[in-house]
T-cell receptor
């Protein structure tokens, strides 16, 4: 069965510092991987996704993630944090039954950005 | 497109009352998902539909919860009777491909 592990339920960075949010997955088939962001009192919205092809994926708001098969990882990074990046971030993998669009979500990482 | 629409946005009810949450997916999407989010349990998938047919309801907590999708543009999640532990934010999401689009959620408070 698939699973997603997000290391660190809370991460705090200073404005302008590097953001690194960790995600490891398990999947019995080539994975489709996603990062979603949830701002306070809002639904989840897609930051970026990896399906096939280039392993470095760029998303909205300056975020990017790199798919590393050997490490079963899909960490999210941003070179310079902005106050507006404060939100909860969810990593997800597509269910490997392949017949549905079901996603398996991690438990989320709450990012705080300090001035 | 207006995106996924959920109503109401906020619901406060008393224990024992029936609660109905509504969702309008994005037009043309063939999958619809219902999630529940709480501080304690995080984001949980309750049930999902494909072409209006329920595919997997293994996440539905108990018989008090039921969901329907009478047509491609409307779904309901019903809780009867409601209990304080049902207090949560309930999200609806829809998809055509693998990317899911989430609604703004319904914040349910059961007193």
């Amino acid at each position: 069965a698939q699973s997603v592990t997000q290391l660190g339920s809370h991460v705090s960075v200073s404005e302008g510092a590097l953001v690194l949010l960790r995600c490891n997955y398990s999947s019995s088939v080539p994975p489709y991987l996603f990062w979603y962001v949830q701002y306070p009192n809002q639904g989840l919205q897609l930051l970026l996704k990896y399906t096939t092809g280039a392993t470095l994926v760029k998303g909205i708001n300056g975020f990017e993630a790199e798919f590393k098969k050997s490490e079963t990882s899909f960490h999210l990074t941003k070179p310079s944090a902005h106050m507006s990046d404060a939100a909860e971030y969810f990593c997800a993998v597509r269910a490997s039954d392949g017949a549905t669009n079901k996603l398996i979500f991690g438990t989320g990482t709450l990012l705080a950005v300090q001035p | 497109d207006a995106g996924v629409i959920q109503s109401p946005r906020h619901e406060v009810t008393e224990m024992g009352q029936e609660v109905t949450l509504r969702c309008k997916p994005i037009s043309g999407h063939d999958y619809l998902f219902w999630y529940r989010q709480t501080m304690m349990r995080g984001l949980e998938l309750l049930i999902y539909f494909n072409n209006n047919v329920p595919i997997d309801d293994s996440g539905m907590p108990e018989d008090r919860f039921s969901a329907k999708m009478p047509n491609a543009s409307f779904s309901t999640l019903k809780i009867q009777p409601s209990e304080p532990r049902d207090s949560a934010v309930y999200f609806c999401a829809s998809s055509l491909g693998v990317e899911q689009f989430f609604g703004p959620g319904t914040r349910l408070t059961v007193l």
